[in-house]
């Protein structure tokens, strides 16, 4: 049941971007005003990611689940959910910083839109089995030779 909702971990902050990307093309001019909402949004979205992100961590959910039909196949393991768990934790953190202290000028909202994608790519790179194992692996292997030598 809970594998199922591993889609939502990417999908909520693209979906919640290309949205507020779609009103920004559409209403520039009012979209670029409302930059409170916009940014509480993509928070929102990033932040019940990490949540389910943690869920799965913690039920140690393990498994594969098909999005998009028979397109693309997301691979839950621990490791990838520590790595999207940490990366959206920072992406968190940017955003809440980034709302607390830029000025809301033009491109503000743009600037949420590409850091919500962005954040959702990432995820997706997370769980995309083999491509993330061949990079990830040898990095925290290499990492952990390192601590050990000292």
């Known amino acids: 049941m809970l594998l199922k909702l591993t889609w939502l971990i990417p ?3 693209i979906i919640a971007s290309i949205f507020i990307a779609v009103l920004l093309l559409s209403f520039s001019k009012t979209m670029n005003r409302l930059t409170k909402p916009v940014s509480y949004l993509l928070i929102l979205s990033v932040l019940l990611s990490e949540i389910i992100n943690f869920i799965l961590f913690e039920k140690h959910i393990k498994g594969n689940t098909l999005i998009l ?3 693309f196949e997301l691979v839950v393991d621990r490791s990838a ?4 768990l940490s990366i959206g934790l920072i ?10 202290k ?7 909202v743009k600037y949420f839109v590409f850091l919500g994608f ?6 997706l790179f997370s769980f995309s ?7 990830y692996d040898p990095l925290i292997s290499s990492f952990v030779k390192k601590m050990s030598y000292l």
Not at 129 to 135: A, D, I, P, T
């Open 91 to 100: 992406f968190l953190l940017i955003m809440i910083f980034s709302f607390a």
């Open 81 to 84: 959910l520590l790595f999207a």
């Open 11 to 13: 999908g909520l902050p």
């Open 118 to 123: 962005f954040s959702g790519i990432v995820y």
């Open 129 to 135: 089995g083999s491509l993330f194992h061949n990079f």
């Open 102 to 108: 830029l000025k809301r000028r033009n491109g503000y």
């Open 69 to 71: 039909g028979d397109i």
